[in-house]
């Protein structure tokens, strides 16, 4: 009895793993896709929403790819292990460089595909896109076919004070033309909330990994009278209180500038500060920001004036400086004022910055900050006629 009772022991306790085995067979077979998914982070909840309805071998490179799913091709861009985006396959690589900014092709391949998968939804697609105020006065949904099919269709993308209208074709009789709400919420596919509870970590994963490219800036400085340096200058926001300004000495070649960062240039060199990443001096400035979320709720960060700048300029925003006061002594600091504007989504970062002095002389130090996040570009013009 002992060898039998032995053999039957030693199989009840292989039958969980066989079926553990047959398990992880099935779902590699069958939900094989959806576990690889899940093992990835997503860039906002919706994506991630939209990875579990997906029938598609996914990629797993990083970087962009185009993968079938049915008669149409998605794509999917992945940075950093990071899914950034999902979507028809609408904008081809010239498209996307040279006549429309990112963010926007990214919202309009993600929701056009969104709209065609059985996603939770309190109401139906069409009266979806009529709370979000997605138009189509030319084509529709099933326009997509024809676009993916002629990548040579003549484009043109128009972002407006309040609306974002986008053409394929020509006039008098486009083949498609939509247009939507300028809605950070909307084109970033993130509610305010989920907005305040992501920022913080992408933030902190910043990281800059290649200087801006500046061999090129002669043509587009211009000499200021003043200070008798070089200016480059992206404009002003807010009736001309903040500016984009950034100072330029000239270098030892011909068409070299080296930005302005030195005590002895403090104002220009606080500009230069926070509108670029490019000041490699500045690397060991500490940034630590005090986030006002919403419902009133705060979450320190801690990262560096560099990578935040970079951050903020790689997610289409242009930075806007004012220099509220500058203490007379070496060891004071400067009130600074910044606002990260992203114009084509129409979103602002509000900071209220103390920074030491020394940081500009040393190299070194902390700076601190408030920071109230994607405020609406109306809601920022309303606090300051107050």
Request: aromatic residues 8%; proline residues 5%.
């Amino acid at each position: 009895m002992a060898p039998r009772d032995a053999h039957s022991t030693d199989r009840q306790m292989r039958q969980p793993v066989y079926k553990i085995i047959l398990m992880i067979s099935i779902s590699l077979v069958y939900g094989g896709i959806e576990n690889i998914i899940h093992c990835r982070e997503f860039r906002s909840d919706m994506l991630e929403e939209m990875s579990r309805h997906l029938n598609i071998a996914w990629p797993g490179e990083e970087g962009i790819s185009t993968v079938n799913s049915g008669v149409r091709d998605i794509t999917v861009r992945i940075t950093d292990g990071c899914v950034e985006h999902i979507g028809y396959r609408i904008f081809p690589d010239d498209v996307r460089d040279r006549f429309i900014p990112p963010q926007i092709a990214d919202f309009i391949e993600r929701y056009w595909l969104s709209l065609s998968l059985p996603m939770k939804r309190l109401k139906s697609v069409s009266q979806q896109m009529l709370e979000d105020r997605f138009v189509f006065s030319k084509g529709g949904l099933s326009t997509l076919e024809r676009l993916q099919r002629d990548s040579l269709l003549s484009f043109s993308c128009e972002i407006g004070q309040g609306n974002i209208t986008v053409t394929w074709g020509e006039d008098p009789r486009p083949v498609c033309r939509i247009t939507f709400p300028k809605d950070h919420e909307l084109i970033l596919g993130r509610k305010m909330p989920e907005n305040d509870r992501r920022l913080a970590s992408e933030i902190r994963c910043a990281r800059i990994d290649a200087r801006a490219d500046k061999d090129n800036l002669s043509p587009l400085l211009s000499p200021d009278t003043v200070t008798s340096l070089w200016v480059y200058n992206e404009g002003s926001y807010l009736d001309c209180n903040l500016k984009s300004d950034r100072y330029y000495r000239h270098g030892d070649g011909d068409s070299e500038y080296i930005p302005v960062f030195d005590a002895g240039r403090l104002p220009e060199s606080i500009a230069n500060l926070f509108t670029d990443y490019d000041i490699a001096e500045a690397d060991k400035i500490r940034l630590v920001i005090r986030q006002i979320k919403f419902g009133f709720e705060e979450e320190m960060i801690e990262t560096t004036v560099p990578e935040f700048v970079a951050f903020c300029k790689r997610n289409g925003c242009v930075p806007f400086v004012g220099i509220v006061s500058v203490d007379d002594d070496p060891a004071g600091v400067a009130d600074v004022l910044v606002i990260m504007r992203n114009w084509n989504i129409g979103y602002n970062h509000l900071l209220r910055v103390t920074l030491p002095l020394t940081c500009v002389s040393t190299g070194e130090g902390t700076a601190t900050a408030r920071m109230n996040a994607f405020i609406p570009s109306s809601n920022v013009k309303n606090l300051f006629k107050n």
